[in-house]
């Protein structure tokens, strides 16, 4: 008996031998070895391919491949791309969506949607002559044919999946080739300023977790809401405009940070010192001081916005109408952040503040009465605020309808404020081009027109 348990024993013992050897064969280090890349990268890849839900994106990816290389340099590649990854994006949209904020695996497919499109736009720029290509575009074409696991590298990018931001496949490859440093050479000194962004946003996030428990878009929908006081309701929408941006604030702010520390974020030098905005998704001075919406437009969701000039508006130049061509960018970015009727209430406000923004200032630019009043410098201040309190109660009226989604929701409460984004800025569209006629002499139009 005991010389067959010593059996059993020494048995056991060698197995357990010839399996730890067998790990050890196994192990990430020299799978990493063998595939040419390091073991926490491999570590990476396999903890994303682990992911619920993943073949979604994956399964874009691949086809994006295949389309460039089957296709080529041809429009049919770009109207195949578009066509493809709008459709899947728009049908995950449509059966995985409520009426709340989702984070499901669309939150992330929406960021690869415009990378893929805008990736098959700049292969096609990519086979033309230089000369007929903007220097913009000249910046952006991709020369060279991307491989698998460049497209996969610059789809999964672990600091921009998520919640972006927007970069071109050009600047991932600089990334990757050791170009984008500022010690030409060696890793880029770049922990300080990733920090810096990195506290910002956790400046933000701290903001935003004490007060977000107090100032919510769900109190719009309460009996208490509607028997407040107009003012009120008014202050109450102004103030959570405000506050609601936060949140992405402090995303971008966050993903921001990790961009600057890998290198992504770096962009060349200004006057001898590195400059690290290259993925700045936030101008936080701008977007907490300019009392235009044009200024918070250019100051929050920087690359998504430049992304939608780049591959849209400029590209419906054709059309020869730039309010048209405005009007169409909107609607994509409504389609593009998802099918609830929210959405094109919000974008569709933003398209009449601009417009009519744009006339006020011109108004103000040319008319000789209403140029010397706002000149006059101890009334600045007071038009100051009067401008912040415009610009933040409609961009909260017009995140209303954002936040909440569906209409039975934006539109209870629109009602409650008589609808006073659309009756304000509707009747300004009208009004201000006789007002334009009446205060602007003639002399002064006849220069313009020159």
Known sequence: MASAAEGDVGTVAELATVLRWGFQELSLNKLAASLGATEQALRLIISIFLGNQLYHSLLCVVLQFLILRLMGRTITAILTTFCFQMAYLLAGYYYTATGNYDIKWTMPHCVLTLKLIGLAVDYFDGGKEQNSLSSEQQKYAIRGVPSLLEVAGFSYFYGAFLVGPQFSMNHYMKLVQGQLTDIPGKIPNSTKPALKRLSLGLVYLVGYTLLSPHITEEYFLTEDYDSRPFWFRCMYMLVWGKFVLYKYVTCWLVTEGVCILTGLGFNNFENGKAKWDACANMKVWLFETNPRFTGTIASFNINTNAWVARYIFKRLKFLGNKELSQGLSLLFLALWHGLHSGYLICFQMEFLIVIVERQAASLIRESPT?????????????????????????????????????????????????????????????????????????????????
């Open 370 to 450: 209403l140029s010397n009043l706002a000149s006059i410098t101890v009334l600045q201040p007071f038009y100051y605020l009067v401008q912040q309190t415009i610009h933040w109660l409609f961009m909260g009226y017009s995140m209303t309808a954002f936040c909440l989604f569906t209409w039975d929701k934006w539109l209870k409460v629109y009602k409650s404020i008589y609808f006073l984004g659309h009756v304000f800025f509707l009747s300004l569209l009208f009004i201000l081009p006789y007002v334009h006629k009446a205060m602007v002499p003639r002399k002064e139009k006849l220069k313009k027109m020159e």
